[in-house]
C-alpha cells in the first residue's frame, strides 16, 4: 500500500468499524483529471449490497470533509470477493493453503508472475510452492496478490 491508500484507509477505518464492517483494504489510482478509489469492507456474515450502499454513504461523506483527495474520483466500495487481493500480512497468514496468484515488482527467476499454494508466511515473506518448487517471496516485492477461487 501506498503512503495515500494508508492515509485513505486510517481515515476511513473508524467510520466503517461504525457500520459494523471491517475495512480489508484500499486501492486508489490517480489516472489525470480522474481518480479511482475502491473501499473493500468484510465482516464475519459476508458483505451484502446494502453493506456497500450504507458505508459508501459515510464514507464519501467523511471523505469530502476530511478533503484527501484533491482531484475528481470515483468510489467504489465492495467486498472483497471470492478472489480478494492480499493486502496486509494477516491476510497472508490467514490463506494458508489457498492457491495465491502473485505478481512481482521484480523478476524472480526470470518470471514476475507465479501462481501455486500458500504454504507459509513468515517474516514479511510468502512461501508458496509452484508445481515442485517452493519460492519465497518477500512483500516489499509482491505488487499484488489474489487469492484463485477453488470450485470443487
Not at 79 to 88: H, I, N
Not at 120 to 130: K, L, M, S
Amino acid at each position: 500500500m501506498n503512503r495515500k491508500e494508508q492515509e485513505i484507509e486510517t481515515l476511513l477505518e473508524p467510520v466503517i468499524r461504525a457500520q459494523n464492517c471491517r475495512i480489508w483494504g484500499v486501492e486508489y489510482s490517480a489516472q489525470g483529471r480522474y481518480s479511482r478509489l475502491r473501499v473493500y469492507i468484510d465482516r464475519d456474515e459476508g458483505i451484502t449490497v446494502d453493506d456497500c450502499e450504507r458505508v459508501s454513504r459515510q464514507v464519501s461523506d467523511v471523505l469530502d470533509v476530511a478533503d484527501v483527495i484533491a482531484s475528481q474520483y470515483t468510489l467504489e466500495v465492495s467486498s472483497p470477493g471470492m478472489d480478494r487481493t492480499l493486502f496486509k500480512p494477516e491476510h497472508y497468514a490467514q490463506s494458508l493453503g489457498e492457491q495465491v496468484d502473485i505478481r512481482l515488482h521484480l523478476a524472480f527467476d526470470g518470471s514476475k508472475h507465479f501462481v501455486g499454494t500458500l504454504a507459509a508466511f513468515e517474516n514479511d515473506e510468502a512461501y508458496v510452492h509452484v508445481d515442485d518448487e517452493e519460492y519465497v517471496f518477500p512483500l516489499e516485492n509482491v505488487q499484488r496478490a489474489r487469492i484463485v477461487p477453488r470450485f470443487d
